[in-house]
């Protein structure tokens, strides 16, 4: 299908991956839809169900004849009260059924941080304990950044010579706000990273539309330097103004701060920036990140966490999130290719 759509001139290639625009949305799913990455199938398929109405829109792009050996649907059982999700999970559950020669559906919890880790971890080992696999397909659009590395680093834990496809829905647009409040920092389940009393430490930030959560890990953390990123290029050319306007709201009074921008449209492009980034600052620093952007920066930070595991993973579990409008629409796809970890 993404041969097709190239020899149509129907969509864009990006420096690391492809992203198929909104017009094209359509085309793909009246053509054939996008196609398994294995032979005859997928081993696997991987998607989340949330309040943002993008929920299924990469779902809906896979093809009439795709399959997929197992399916896993994860959704955040605080949000399950909410109508808009029990929908989602639904019209998912029933997408996957047709996709899946068997489905697991993952009841996590963002408040609860082991709870996550526990469910994704039983369902990983529960499905690895079938094959070793080889082509796996996930959907990041709509997973919390913690849950999404989570799942990333168990899937390349227990499925190391598996190419990963991954994809990610842009929205339209996004709300005025995402997020209120804050309920704590944490250090993400399985990225400890290593911290050396006799070095100073450095807060790596990919920025997004939330200033108040990059606030509260500066203040948390307390690192003696701070690189804050945005995004630039962003998912959408119509998402750079508010890039930089919300990046003007973070203003640090005690921190040596130094601005830098990263691709926050391709994981091994943003993963190539964090790497360039580092390699002068990680011997003489102790490494902390928070990924705050697209799922595909966070999945390009994950790339350089597993690069280097000395670096520290960090989250900031917001108070509430704006489940009536916090995106509209989906105007582009992204799919890109992660290769074996071995």
């Not at 959408?236 to 449209?265: G, T």
């Amino acid at each position: 299908m993404l041969k097709k759509l190239k020899e149509k001139g129907l969509i864009s290639t990006l420096k690391k991956g492809i992203k198929v625009t909104e017009k094209r949305l359509d085309f793909i799913k009246t053509e054939g839809g996008l196609s398994p990455i294995g032979k005859t199938s997928d081993d696997l398929l991987f998607v989340c169900a949330s309040f943002e109405p993008r929920t299924t829109t990469a779902t809906e792009c896979l093809g009439k004849s795709y399959r997929a050996k197992n399916g896993l649907l994860y959704y955040n059982n605080s949000e399950a009260s909410s109508d808009i999700v029990k929908t989602n999970l639904e019209k998912l559950r029933r997408l996957l059924e047709l996709k899946c020669d068997r489905v697991r559906t993952i009841e996590g919890s963002v408040n609860d941080p082991v709870k996550q880790f526990k469910a994704i971890k039983d369902a990983v080992l529960d499905i690895r304990a079938s094959n070793s696999f080889r082509a796996i397909t996930i959907d990041s659009t709509t997973f919390n950044r913690e849950a999404l590395l989570v799942a990333m680093a168990l899937i390349r834990t227990n499925h190391s010579s598996a190419m990963t496809r991954v994809l990610y829905v842009s929205p339209f647009k996004h709300g005025d706000w995402l997020s209120r409040g804050f309920r704590e920092v944490r250090s993400i389940i399985g990225f400890p990273g290593i911290q050396r009393a006799d070095q100073p430490t450095m807060l790596i930030v990919l920025s997004g539309f939330e200033p108040d959560r990059v606030t509260k890990i500066v203040e948390e953390h307390g690192p003696d330097k701070v690189l804050l990123g945005f995004g630039n290029p962003p998912t959408q050319q119509s998402f750079l103004e508010r890039n930089i306007e919300e990046q003007r709201k973070i203003v640090f009074s005690k921190q040596d701060v130094e601005r830098f921008e990263f691709p926050a449209n391709s994981i091994k492009a943003c993963h190539d920036c964090l790497e360039s980034l580092l390699k002068d600052r990680l011997p003489s620093h102790n490494v902390i990140m928070a990924p705050m952007s697209t799922k595909l920066s966070t999945l390009g930070a994950f790339l350089t966490v597993e690069a280097h595991p000395e670096i520290q993973l960090t989250y900031c579990v917001p108070g509430e999130y704006n489940t009536q409008n916090y995106s509209q629409g989906a105007t582009s796809v992204f799919v890109e290719m992660i290769s074996p970890k071995t």
